[in-house]
């Protein structure tokens, strides 16, 4: 498979593209929950052999199945603002199209020291910040819509261009800027983070870097973990949905960390 200024790339052998697929069904799980789920699928796929353009690809285009799944199983509970939506959902959609384009201009390494700061920055949001069950944007209402489409926009921006941690960084902004409980909070970040995955998707597969092949499984994979962890964070709350989040951050913080010192 080849498209033309890219590399050849071999077909996958089956019992790879079966690993793939369990990479696939936790990083949906996990990324449900806590955003963070690339940390587990983009590694998977450059282990396999993909280049990193192919690998960038491909997981955007399996990785917006399981944040559907994820929004699904959400919206079933009765957990996402459907209004807000109508604002996130294209304001993300936007901003990650936008951030994709910056790619062809900036380097995303430039932003590897800001990510850092910021990550910090979001696990003592959601350390500190502890709303009352049922939180909502009720003290924000005047103003909570042009908060929420400004989250939308800016993250998905930041999706479309670089992207680690953006389901916990939509998190820490509706925790921190809107007051949302985090059960709330996870379950509107999926419909900003289907939308940015949807948009960086087209242009991935406009650019001819989606390997279906594996993608298509892999999706498959998505929909049933994106499904079981949203389903597990209705379940157990607001305990379980700090924690993992935490914990995603302090692995991305790990590698952005060492992305950063060896300068990747």
């Given at each position: 498979?080849?498209t033309?200024?890219?590399?050849i790339?071999h077909p996958v052998?089956?019992?790879?593209?079966?690993?793939?697929?369990?990479a696939a069904?936790?990083a949906?799980?996990?990324d449900?929950?806590a955003?963070?789920g690339?940390l587990?699928?983009?590694?998977?796929?450059?282990a396999?052999?993909l280049p990193?353009h192919?690998a960038l690809?491909?997981n955007?285009?399996?990785?917006?199945f399981?944040?559907?799944?994820?929004?699904?199983?959400?919206?079933?509970?009765?957990l996402?603002?459907?209004?807000s939506a109508?604002i996130t959902f294209p304001?993300?959609?936007?901003g990650s199209l936008?951030?994709a384009?910056?790619v062809?201009v900036i380097?995303?390494d430039v932003?590897?020291p800001?990510?850092?700061?910021?990550l910090i920055a979001?696990?003592i949001?959601?350390?500190v910040?502890r709303?009352?069950?049922g939180?909502?944007?009720e003290?924000?209402?005047?103003?909570?819509?042009?908060?929420?489409a400004a989250?939308?926009?800016?993250?998905?921006?930041y999706?479309?261009?670089?992207?680690p941690?953006?389901?916990?960084?939509l998190?820490?902004?509706?925790?921190g800027l809107?007051?949302?409980?985090l059960?709330?909070?996870?379950a509107?970040?999926?419909?900003?983070?289907f939308?940015?995955?949807v948009?960086?998707a087209?242009?991935f597969?406009?650019?001819?870097?989606?390997?279906?092949?594996i993608a298509?499984?892999m999706a498959c994979a998505?929909?049933?973990?994106?499904f079981?962890?949203?389903?597990i964070a209705?379940r157990r709350g607001?305990?379980?949905?700090?924690a993992?989040?935490l914990l995603?951050?302090?692995?991305?913080v790990?590698?952005?960390?060492?992305?950063?010192?060896?300068?990747?």
């Amino acid at each position: 498979m080849s498209t033309g200024k890219y590399p050849i790339v071999h077909p996958v052998p089956i019992p790879e593209i079966l690993l793939l697929t369990g990479a696939a069904f936790c990083a949906g799980a996990i990324d449900a929950i806590a955003g963070g789920g690339g940390l587990i699928t983009i590694p998977a796929l450059l282990a396999v052999g993909l280049p990193p353009h192919y690998a960038l690809g491909t997981n955007k285009g399996q990785a917006l199945f399981g944040s559907l799944a994820a929004w699904i199983r959400y919206a079933h509970s009765g957990l996402v603002d459907r209004r807000s939506a109508r604002i996130t959902f294209p304001m993300g959609f936007a901003g990650s199209l936008g951030g994709a384009a910056l790619v062809l201009v900036i380097r995303p390494d430039v932003l590897r020291p800001l990510v850092l700061l910021l990550l910090i920055a979001a696990a003592i949001v959601l350390t500190v910040l502890r709303p009352a069950p049922g939180a909502g944007v009720e003290g924000l209402r005047r103003h909570a819509g042009p908060i929420a489409a400004a989250i939308a926009l800016v993250i998905g921006a930041y999706d479309g261009f670089f992207g680690p941690g953006t389901g916990t960084f939509l998190i820490a902004a509706f925790v921190g800027l809107l007051g949302m409980s985090l059960t709330r909070a996870s379950a509107d970040a999926k419909v900003v983070n289907f939308a940015s995955n949807v948009a960086a998707a087209a242009v991935f597969a406009t650019g001819g870097v989606i390997i279906w092949a594996i993608a298509i499984p892999m999706a498959c994979a998505q929909l049933l973990g994106g499904f079981l962890g949203a389903h597990i964070a209705v379940r157990r709350g607001v305990g379980l949905i700090r924690a993992v989040v935490l914990l995603v951050v302090l692995a991305l913080v790990i590698k952005v960390g060492r992305d950063l010192y060896l300068g990747r």
